[in-house]
Protein backbone atom coordinates (compact mmCIF):
# COMPACT_ATOMS: atom_id res chain seq x y z
CA UNK A 1 0.00 0.00 0.00
CA UNK A 2 3.01 2.04 0.22
CA UNK A 3 2.84 2.54 -3.66
CA UNK A 4 -0.46 4.03 -3.46
CA UNK A 5 1.00 6.81 -0.95
CA UNK A 6 3.94 7.47 -2.86
CA UNK A 7 1.88 7.77 -6.10
CA UNK A 8 -0.70 10.69 -4.81
CA UNK A 9 2.13 12.18 -3.24
CA UNK A 10 4.14 12.47 -6.28
CA UNK A 11 1.17 12.62 -8.92
CA UNK A 12 -1.61 14.22 -6.87
CA UNK A 13 -2.01 18.12 -7.80
CA UNK A 14 -4.64 20.67 -6.80
CA UNK A 15 -2.62 23.68 -7.85
CA UNK A 16 -5.75 26.49 -7.18
CA UNK A 17 -6.28 24.68 -3.52
CA UNK A 18 -4.94 25.58 -0.02
CA UNK A 19 -2.13 23.48 1.49
CA UNK A 20 -4.85 22.35 4.06
CA UNK A 21 -7.55 21.34 1.37
CA UNK A 22 -4.82 19.76 -0.66
CA UNK A 23 -3.41 17.85 2.35
CA UNK A 24 -6.79 16.99 3.51
CA UNK A 25 -7.41 15.79 -0.23
CA UNK A 26 -4.73 13.51 -0.50
CA UNK A 27 -5.14 11.72 2.87
CA UNK A 28 -8.79 11.36 1.54
CA UNK A 29 -7.41 9.72 -1.79
CA UNK A 30 -4.75 7.60 -0.19
CA UNK A 31 -7.67 6.24 2.08
CA UNK A 32 -10.00 5.57 -1.37
CA UNK A 33 -7.44 4.02 -3.32
CA UNK A 34 -6.47 1.77 -0.36
CA UNK A 35 -9.69 0.57 0.49
CA UNK A 36 -10.54 0.16 -3.43
CA UNK A 37 -7.60 -2.13 -3.76
CA UNK A 38 -8.24 -3.93 -0.72
CA UNK A 39 -11.51 -4.76 -1.95
CA UNK A 40 -10.37 -5.93 -5.76
CA UNK A 41 -7.54 -7.50 -5.28
CA UNK A 42 -7.85 -10.17 -7.44
CA UNK A 43 -8.75 -7.84 -10.33
CA UNK A 44 -5.46 -6.13 -9.78
CA UNK A 45 -3.67 -9.87 -10.40
CA UNK A 46 -5.76 -9.76 -13.71
CA UNK A 47 -4.45 -6.36 -15.40
CA UNK A 48 -3.85 -7.27 -19.03
CA UNK A 49 -3.51 -3.19 -20.12
CA UNK A 50 -3.62 0.19 -18.39
CA UNK A 51 -4.30 3.20 -20.18
CA UNK A 52 -4.89 1.67 -23.49
CA UNK A 53 -5.63 4.37 -26.09
CA UNK A 54 -7.87 3.42 -28.72
CA UNK A 55 -8.96 4.58 -32.12
CA UNK A 56 -11.84 3.55 -34.18
CA UNK A 57 -14.25 4.80 -37.33
CA UNK A 58 -18.04 5.42 -36.46
CA UNK A 59 -19.77 6.88 -38.86
CA UNK A 60 -18.37 9.59 -40.37
CA UNK A 61 -16.20 10.09 -37.22
CA UNK A 62 -13.23 8.13 -35.54
CA UNK A 63 -14.07 7.66 -31.51
CA UNK A 64 -10.54 8.24 -29.71
CA UNK A 65 -10.33 7.28 -25.98
CA UNK A 66 -8.20 5.79 -23.52
CA UNK A 67 -9.31 2.09 -21.90
CA UNK A 68 -8.36 2.72 -17.90
CA UNK A 69 -7.93 -1.17 -17.86
CA UNK A 70 -8.54 -4.29 -19.40
CA UNK A 71 -8.78 -7.14 -17.45
CA UNK A 72 -8.05 -11.12 -18.22
CA UNK A 73 -8.65 -14.14 -15.83
CA UNK A 74 -7.92 -16.74 -18.33
CA UNK A 75 -10.77 -16.76 -20.29
CA UNK A 76 -12.49 -13.29 -19.94
CA UNK A 77 -11.19 -10.37 -21.24
CA UNK A 78 -13.08 -7.40 -19.56
CA UNK A 79 -12.99 -3.63 -20.05
CA UNK A 80 -13.33 -1.15 -16.98
CA UNK A 81 -13.59 2.31 -16.41
CA UNK A 82 -12.95 3.92 -13.57
CA UNK A 83 -14.87 6.91 -12.14
CA UNK A 84 -14.53 8.69 -8.69
CA UNK A 85 -17.99 9.28 -8.63
CA UNK A 86 -21.43 8.36 -9.99
CA UNK A 87 -22.31 12.65 -9.77
CA UNK A 88 -20.12 14.04 -12.54
CA UNK A 89 -21.24 11.65 -15.40
CA UNK A 90 -24.10 9.91 -15.37
CA UNK A 91 -24.15 5.41 -15.07
CA UNK A 92 -25.77 5.77 -18.31
CA UNK A 93 -22.97 7.83 -19.90
CA UNK A 94 -20.12 5.87 -18.33
CA UNK A 95 -21.65 2.86 -19.40
CA UNK A 96 -21.62 3.99 -23.30
CA UNK A 97 -18.32 4.66 -22.79
CA UNK A 98 -17.81 0.96 -21.88
CA UNK A 99 -19.30 0.00 -24.75
CA UNK A 100 -17.79 2.34 -27.65
CA UNK A 101 -14.12 1.17 -25.76
CA UNK A 102 -15.94 -2.39 -25.97
CA UNK A 103 -17.15 -1.80 -30.23
CA UNK A 104 -13.67 -0.45 -30.83
CA UNK A 105 -12.04 -3.59 -29.26
CA UNK A 106 -13.63 -6.00 -30.91
CA UNK A 107 -13.25 -4.55 -34.10
CA UNK A 108 -9.26 -5.30 -33.70
CA UNK A 109 -10.32 -8.62 -32.82
CA UNK A 110 -10.37 -8.56 -28.96
CA UNK A 111 -13.09 -10.99 -27.48
CA UNK A 112 -14.35 -8.68 -24.99
CA UNK A 113 -17.01 -10.53 -22.57
CA UNK A 114 -17.22 -8.65 -20.05
CA UNK A 115 -17.53 -4.65 -19.13
CA UNK A 116 -17.82 -2.82 -16.20
CA UNK A 117 -17.65 0.83 -14.34
CA UNK A 118 -15.44 0.86 -11.01
CA UNK A 119 -16.68 3.60 -8.28
CA UNK A 120 -13.71 4.95 -6.14
CA UNK A 121 -15.67 6.69 -3.52
CA UNK A 122 -17.47 3.60 -2.72
CA UNK A 123 -15.28 0.73 -3.86
CA UNK A 124 -18.40 -0.57 -5.72
CA UNK A 125 -18.09 -2.21 -9.56
CA UNK A 126 -21.12 -2.31 -11.73
CA UNK A 127 -21.36 -4.64 -14.72
CA UNK A 128 -21.88 -2.87 -18.10
CA UNK A 129 -24.30 -5.10 -21.24
CA UNK A 130 -21.67 -5.71 -23.68
CA UNK A 131 -23.89 -7.99 -25.61
CA UNK A 132 -24.26 -7.46 -28.95
CA UNK A 133 -27.60 -5.61 -28.63
CA UNK A 134 -26.84 -3.01 -26.81
CA UNK A 135 -23.66 -2.24 -28.52
CA UNK A 136 -25.54 -2.15 -31.93
CA UNK A 137 -27.68 0.33 -29.18
CA UNK A 138 -25.23 2.40 -28.06
CA UNK A 139 -23.61 2.42 -31.74
CA UNK A 140 -26.45 3.67 -33.34
CA UNK A 141 -26.45 6.62 -30.37
CA UNK A 142 -23.11 7.84 -31.44
CA UNK A 143 -24.11 7.49 -35.22
CA UNK A 144 -27.03 10.29 -34.38
CA UNK A 145 -24.82 12.44 -31.92
CA UNK A 146 -21.89 12.38 -34.41
CA UNK A 147 -24.67 13.18 -37.49
CA UNK A 148 -25.99 15.71 -35.71
CA UNK A 149 -22.89 17.33 -34.97
CA UNK A 150 -21.72 17.40 -38.42
CA UNK A 151 -25.02 18.49 -39.26
CA UNK A 152 -25.00 21.51 -37.01
CA UNK A 153 -27.94 20.12 -35.16
CA UNK A 154 -27.83 21.20 -31.58
CA UNK A 155 -31.57 20.48 -30.65
CA UNK A 156 -32.04 20.77 -26.96
CA UNK A 157 -32.89 17.23 -25.32
CA UNK A 158 -33.90 17.45 -21.73
CA UNK A 159 -34.21 14.64 -20.04
CA UNK A 160 -32.63 13.18 -16.71
CA UNK A 161 -29.00 14.19 -17.26
CA UNK A 162 -30.02 17.71 -16.70
CA UNK A 163 -30.46 17.45 -13.10
CA UNK A 164 -26.48 17.54 -12.91
CA UNK A 165 -25.77 19.75 -14.95
CA UNK A 166 -23.83 23.18 -14.07
CA UNK A 167 -26.14 24.97 -16.11
CA UNK A 168 -29.30 23.56 -15.00
CA UNK A 169 -30.15 27.58 -13.23
CA UNK A 170 -29.75 29.79 -16.50
CA UNK A 171 -30.90 27.14 -18.66
CA UNK A 172 -33.97 27.73 -21.04
CA UNK A 173 -34.54 24.47 -21.91
CA UNK A 174 -33.91 22.58 -18.30
CA UNK A 175 -36.63 19.65 -18.06
Not at 12 to 22: C, E, I, N, Q, V
Amino acid sequence: MSAIATSVDRNFHLPFAGDAKTKKAKEKAKRKLVQFVMKHVDDMRNIKEVESRIEFPVCRATIAGKVDVILHDGKNIEVRDYKTSDTVTTPEEAAMQVQLYTTGLKMIGEPVTRGSISYLEDAATEPVDVGDEALHITKTTAETNIEGIVNRDFTPRPGKPCKICDYTRICRYRG
